[in-house]
């Protein structure tokens, strides 16, 4: 079954250094997404990608946060000067046009120190 | 926005008995309402959906049950098996948008 995938599944890195997660989506899905989830707290939106821009952010994805899709398999979440709240799990998650559930990856472990 | 809230945040239960997790939400435009699964250093496992035009959904032993009048969905686990103990997730939706998610259960299943 497809899945979709994340590299790396752990990233540590200084503070104000710029981190960028990837994430492969199930092939030939439209939608695109990145959430993120602070240790034992609940699943956060952060943003979502259709037709090559964003859809819809949230108010955590701020001007440090950027998403691109550089070609026809990758969708990356950029980090620009990483803070110390910025650590979480990050997963990505896409769907298609017609299915309302879609997948997640595995996540991507990120620690700022 | 939209506002979802999840109850119990934990649940312990004997194997082989039900377990039910209760969400309820506030935008009456939302329309699907995923259940996902999560276990340790995971990401969220998609186990069952609802959208709002049905009422009841089942897949073996989960169900789904929405109540689009008074905006909450159940989520029922029959004969639980230790395997099922994880952390569990609601979600809701409305066309196009992201999901907002529930609390989450912590689901132990006693063998």
């Known amino acids: 079954e497809p899945e979709v995938t994340q590299t790396p599944s752990h990233q540590v890195t200084q503070m104000g250094q710029e981190v960028i997660l990837r994430c492969v989506p199930i092939s030939n899905h439209l939608y695109f997404y990145w959430y993120r989830q602070i240790l034992g707290q609940k699943v956060e939106f952060l943003v979502s990608f259709y037709n090559n821009e964003i859809s819809e952010k949230s108010e955590i994805f701020d001007d440090q946060f950027s998403v691109e899709r550089p070609d026809g398999s990758n969708f990356t979440l950029k980090i620009r000067s990483t803070k110390l709240e910025d650590s979480a799990m990050y997963f990505c998650?896409?769907?298609?046009?017609?299915?309302?559930?879609?997948?997640f990856g595995s996540g991507t472990r990120l620690t700022v120190v | 926005g939209e506002n979802v809230e999840q109850h119990p945040s934990t649940l312990s239960v004997q194997e082989g008995d039900s377990a039910v997790i209760k969400c309820t939400y506030s935008d009456s435009a939302s329309n699907y309402f995923p259940w996902y699964k999560q276990e340790l250093g995971k990401g969220p496992q998609l186990i069952i959906d609802i959208r709002s035009n049905v009422g009841e959904k089942k897949d073996q032993r989960i169900a789904v049950t929405l109540n689009k009048t008074a905006k909450h969905f159940s989520l029922h686990i029959t004969e639980t098996q230790p395997e099922d103990s994880a952390v569990y997730f609601c979600a809701a939706r409305r066309a196009g948008n992201m999901l907002t998610f529930g609390g989450g259960t912590r689901l132990m299943v006693k063998p």
């Open positions: 998650a896409s769907r298609g046009d017609r299915a309302l559930g879609g997948g």
